[in-house]
């Protein structure tokens, strides 16, 4: 059951629903003893009741509680109440790379300030990875553009919650991978291999990919594809994007090399490359705030803030589709290796797919789609009625967790079904994801 605001879990008293997802809730919340607003995340009864992950998520939170950096957002506490297990972190007002770079860079951001949050991020990296840390899902969405006093902003890392001893080999995951995004994951995550630092600097490399041109490394829609290419595929040129930037197509191939042993030694060597091809000084930049346009980083959150006040992201709704996505399809693609099925090359243009809404009706089970705002959907199963709809997770849509307030409207339950799902998955209010839903079933289910 979703808390309310004025209610109180663990002493921390709550103040409003940032997200929701399979894996739980994050809230807003005021610190029992501190005057400090945290992010509450509230795992789920069914994830709290599994004691495989309870010792997974006890070891890796105090993990990333050792983690002090300014390019970090910090894990504050973690506990258990009520037989649900939760963890607190920094509260960071602003938006992510992700969303800044779909919204107002859609054909990629400046390079100059790309190096910057990719440098910043870097050196937070290779402090972890220095304390034997790995982050293992390094991407847009998760590098908070955190808004100043001072009126500049400072990339943070997010997520470090689900980090992961470098010499930690337990099964708990069932792969290395179990947590990576499939879109900026490294080959040997992919594979179930062991891991270093070095993965990480490749899903580093993938995102500054992305947010140079404002399109992923590999441009399938079909997670198995991509996962075939990140294996097997050679990464694409960049110049093939923005024939402007072809001087970083060795630097940032170098980073992407499909073995860890032909990367750079460091996450901070390739950001340094980086900057000396595009010629930015960086010196210091991974402890000094960064300098983006502080405008269109506010004017991006009050764009948004109806949709999802200060956004903290849903992390863990990012987390479960990652998760999702993985478990379907990548034992039928290494199994397709073993067979000796030639990967896809990949495409200098992304395949036409439907512009869709997420929650409303879809007829084809699997097709593949994108939201107003650039995220990738699919035709997916409701398990509850077997109905289908736009879902960000492939397969089968998630439960909705969202409750209803006795002065919400009432819609039909089918309707009502595609709202919760809708609400969940995007953050939008009833009233937003009705009118959402609405216009998708309107226009026919694609």
């Known amino acids: 059951m979703s808390l309310v605001a004025g209610q109180t879990f663990a002493g921390y008293t709550i103040l409003e629903q940032l997200g929701s997802g399979a894996m739980g809730e994050v809230y807003l919340a005021e610190h029992p003893r501190l005057p400090r607003r945290d992010a509450l995340k509230v795992l789920a009864q069914q994830v709290s009741d599994d004691p495989t992950y309870r010792e997974r998520f006890n070891r890796e939170a105090q993990n990333a509680a050792t983690l002090s950096h300014p390019n970090i957002v910090a894990i504050y506490d973690r506990g258990e109440y009520d037989g649900q297990l939760w963890i607190s972190m920094a509260y960071v007002e602003g938006t992510d790379a992700g969303r800044l770079s779909q919204e107002r860079y859609r054909k990629g951001m400046p390079p100059d300030e790309v190096v910057r949050i990719i440098a910043a991020v870097a050196d937070a990296l290779d402090y972890a990875h220095q304390r034997q840390l790995l982050h293992r899902d390094v991407k847009p969405a998760n590098i908070l553009l955190a808004e100043l006093d001072s009126g500049g902003w400072r990339a943070m890392l997010a997520d470090f ?11 708990l995951t069932q792969t ?51 996962i075939s290419q990140h294996v097997s595929a050679p990464p694409p040129e960049i110049a093939e994007r923005k024939p402007e930037l072809s001087g970083l197509g060795r630097v940032l191939s170098k980073a992407l090399a499909k073995s860890p042993d032909d990367r750079y030694d460091t996450c901070m060597d390739f950001a340094n490359a980086l900057a000396r091809h595009l010629d930015v000084a960086i010196d210091g930049v991974g402890a000094n705030d960064a300098t983006l346009d502080a405008v269109a980083v506010a004017r991006l959150r009050n764009k948004t803030e109806s949709k999802s006040r200060k956004r903290w992201l849903v992390i863990a709704s990012a987390i479960v589709a990652a998760l999702v996505i993985v478990g379907a399809v990548a034992a039928a693609v290494l199994t397709g290796r073993h067979q000796n099925h030639a990967a896809p090359s990949p495409s200098p243009m992304a395949p036409a797919v439907p512009v869709v809404l997420v929650g409303a009706d879809c007829a084809v089970l699997g097709a593949a789609g994108v939201t107003e705002t650039g995220q990738k959907a699919y035709c997916a199963r409701l398990p509850s009625t077997g109905d289908t709809m736009w879902s960000v997770v492939s397969g089968v849509v998630p439960t909705p967790t ?27 209010t009833r009233l937003e994801c009705r009118e959402d839903i609405r216009r998708g079933n309107l226009s026919g289910p694609p």
């Open 176 to 226: 290395n991978m179990a947590v990576g995004t499939v879109a900026y994951a490294a080959p040997e995550q992919l594979l179930g291999l062991t891991l270093d630092g070095r993965a990480d600097q490749y899903s580093l490399a993938a995102t500054a990919f992305e947010l140079l041109t404002g399109t992923h490394l590999y441009l399938d829609p079909n997670p198995a594809v991509v």
């Open 402 to 428: 969202v409750s209803k307030a006795p002065t919400d409207p009432v819609y039909p339950a089918g309707i009502e079904q595609q709202v919760e799902v809708c609400i969940q998955q995007t953050g939008q």
């Open 161 to 171: 919650g689900i980090a992961r001893r470098v010499d930690d080999s337990s099964s």
